[in-house]
């Protein structure tokens, strides 16, 4: 099946910092891209949709100027946690797909540690 | 209420035991219902999907839908350790993937050998 990779898969940042996650579809070109974000045993939840060349969607509740989505490539997404505090420790994961009527391909998650 | 309820485990079984992971939902408008597989420290993998009401098999895997009762239900058979997993189950109201997905919280499952 289709690969999307992320990097890095654990980064530990401290408080203030600003930490970037990059979402790469290696294999097929990803016209959206999604980002969620899981705490331990709760939901995986949408923060925001991406679609190459655009602004991304963010979901209610999330601050856009504090989680920087950028979609510049059909096979590249990046997520920016910009001071960045210890609440914004979880597990990033993006999932990605060719068109509305394709499948979606999940990344393998990215762990965030805020000291 | 959550749009999506699933019972988070964990969820013990002997090898060769059958299975049964179920959610709820609240959403009438839902159409298309997935459940997803996540092991440890990884992305969700795709198990199955299945639209509106009815049964899905694929090998040991078992998907039904009863939109009547908003009841979706995951069964395993002959389960494995390799099963081990939390699963997760994810509903939308349209079939595009890029329609947005609600997940349940996932369900842990461990099976022993």
């Known amino acids: 099946g289709a690969v999307v990779s992320q990097h890095p898969s654990r980064v530990i940042c401290k408080s203030g910092t600003s930490v970037k996650i990059e979402c790469r579809s290696l294999d097929f070109q990803a016209t959206t891209m999604f980002w969620y974000r899981q705490f331990p045993k709760k939901s995986l939840m949408l923060m925001a949709t991406?679609?190459?060349?655009?602004?991304?969607?963010?979901e209610q509740g999330v601050e856009k100027d504090k989680f920087l989505i950028n979609h510049a490539s059909l096979t590249l997404s990046t997520l920016t946690v910009t001071s960045a505090h210890p609440e914004d420790s979880s597990f990033y994961i993006c999932?990605?797909?060719?068109?509305?009527?394709?499948?979606?391909?999940f990344g393998e998650g990215s762990r965030l540690t805020v000291l | 209420q959550k749009e999506v309820e699933q019972d988070p485990g964990p969820l013990s079984v002997p090898e060769g035991a059958i299975v049964s992971l179920n959610c709820t939902y609240s959403n009438s408008a839902f159409q298309y219902f997935m459940w997803y597989r996540q092991y440890s420290r990884k992305g969700p993998e795709l198990l199955m999907y299945t639209y509106s009401s009815g049964n899905k098999e694929d090998g040991r895997f078992t998907a039904q839908v009863d939109k009547s009762s908003k009841y979706i239900s995951l069964f395993i058979r002959d389960s494995q350790p390799s099963d081990s997993a939390t699963y997760l189950c994810?509903?939308?109201?349209?079939?595009?993937?890029?329609?947005?997905?609600?997940f349940g919280t996932g369900t842990l499952l461990a099976v022993q050998p």
């Open positions: 994810a509903m939308s109201v349209g079939g595009g993937a890029t329609n947005k997905l609600i």
């Open positions: 999932s990605a797909t060719t068109s509305d009527t394709g499948e979606l391909f």
């Open positions: 991406s679609n190459e060349g655009s602004k991304a969607t963010y």
